[in-house]
Each structure stands twice: as C-alpha cells, then as structure tokens.
C-alpha cells in the first residue's frame, strides 16, 4: 500500500492528542468570503483522526470524512461519535466514493502534499457543486521566532528521516497548479500550542518524519529534546508557535 498511507499508522495517538486544532478565524473567514453557512456541506479529504472535521461540525456543518488509513479513521469515528452529522469513509481524495455534485466545500487539513495533485483536482471538480469552493490549511510552525522553535528545527534536521523531504511548505508551486488557470487567495492566523515535557515529545512522535521506537537514533533524539526543553522552559511549559495558513479558491475549467 502507499507510503503515504501507511506512514501514520504508528502514530496515531500522539497525533489525535498532539497536533494542534484549527482557529475559529478559519469558519469566520469562510462565512465572510465563501458564503459558508451552517447548511453548508464538507468534504475533509485525508481527514486522519478529525482535527479539521471538528471545527466544521461545531459549526453545524454535515461532514464527509475520507481517510484511507484504517488506524486514523477509526480514532477520528471515535473522536466524532457525539456528531450525527459526521460520515466517516474508507475513501483516497483521488477515488472519494461520494457521488456527483454534492459538495459546497472540498477542505484538507496537513493532507494535500500526500495527493496526487491531478488526480485530486479531477475529483473535486466531479464531487463539488457549482461554484463550490476547495480550501487547504496548514499549521505552520514558526521556525525561527523564539530560541526553542530555532532549537527544536536543529533537532528535527538531525534526526528527522526524510524531514527535509515532506515540508508542506515544498508544495506551493502545486497549490498554484491545483487551482490555475484561476487563483487561491490566502490568509494567515497566529496559532500556538502550550506543552509539558510529555506534550511536546507526543507532538515530535506525531511526525512521520522522525524515528519511532526501536529506530537507533530514537534515544538519542529524545535525550536532546529532553535537554532542549530543560533549557528553554518556563514554569515547566515550552510553546509551539503556528500560522495557519488558508488557500481558498474555485476551480476553473
């Protein structure tokens, strides 16, 4: 099966408990330019354990899951359970299973760099409604604004497997593709996640990128990021800064 499928399946609770959610800025931006409304209808494709699912459904929206990877499903059919308006779905962005014309808004959250960018694009123009809209976020963490995010990005060009590989920032030139010949427009929010020890060795093991348990270099990247944060901590606490970032835009023929 596909790397890219498989690549989480060993990193699914540090995922669901460390990865951070999405600002309210984000449903607020979409109302204000997009027209979405509560009777709005979501495709979140690769929507892995949720995050982004969620902060549709608090907004009332009906939400179509697609995930292919069965252990991020399932945390997320767990995550979502209290939401009857949530339809979890076995599905890949290129081959969704959701038919025709039904869809207002295609969104992907940390998902898009794993697509096949032409095959994607060919399915939502096939599932979205006329005029819908397809959005991408991104948190994004800050790399060099505080002493321990620079410290942190030292760490994971060390011991990151194929780090340098997978950024989502590589995909820019592929956003523009996706949406040309028309355009996306972007907004930028601040973002930010507050981390015992515990909390941000979770969000490190939550990246594929980095060494699991039993990897030769798992210990020794766990030393270092035990001495990283007893060096840049405050009252016990390091922070993760983010800019979520939103394209948004409509497909042109």
């Known amino acids: 099966m596909n790397d890219s499928i498989q690549r989480f399946s060993n990193r699914v609770e540090n995922y669901r408990k ?38 549709f459904l608090k907004n009332g929206n009906r939400v179509f899951g697609i995930e292919p990877n069965d252990a991020m499903r399932a945390a997320s059919e767990k995550l979502l359970a209290e939401y009857s308006s949530f339809t979890s779905i076995n599905g890949l962005a290129e081959a969704t299973t959701l038919p025709d014309n039904g869809i207002d808004f295609v969104v992907a959250g ?3 760099h794993w697509f096949d960018r032409h095959k994607a694009r060919t399915e939502f123009a096939r599932i979205l409604k006329r005029n819908g809209w397809v959005v991408l976020v991104w948190n994004e963490r800050r790399l060099e604004s505080t002493p321990f995010l620079r410290s942190y990005e030292r ?22 593709a996706l949406f040309a010949p028309g355009q996306s ?8 996640q507050v981390f015992d020890f515990e909390g941000v060795k979770g969000r490190l093991l939550s990246a594929s990128y980095v060494p699991a348990p039993g990897h030769k270099d798992f210990a020794a990247m766990l030393r270092e990021l035990h001495s990283i944060f007893g060096e840049h901590q405050k009252s016990g606490t390091v922070t993760l800064e983010y800019e979520t970032r939103v394209y948004f835009g409509q497909l042109e023929n």
Do not use: K, M
């Not at 600002?23 to 027209?35: F, H, I, S, T």
């Not at 060390?158 to 920032?169: A, F, K, L, M, W």
């Not at 427009?185 to 930010?192: I, K, S, T």
């Open 18 to 55: 460390c990865r951070p959610s999405y600002p309210q800025a984000v449903v607020d931006l979409l109302a204000n330019e997009c027209g979405l409304t509560s009777d709005s209808i979501i495709a979140d494709l690769g929507s892995g354990t949720g995050i982004l699912s969620e902060l």
């Open 155 to 176: 760490l994971l060009l060390r011991y990151g497997t194929d780090y340098p590989v997978v950024r989502h920032e590589n995909i820019y030139d592929d956003i523009a």
């Open 185 to 192: 427009q972007l907004r930028v929010f601040e973002n930010h």
């Open 110 to 112: 940390q998902a898009f």
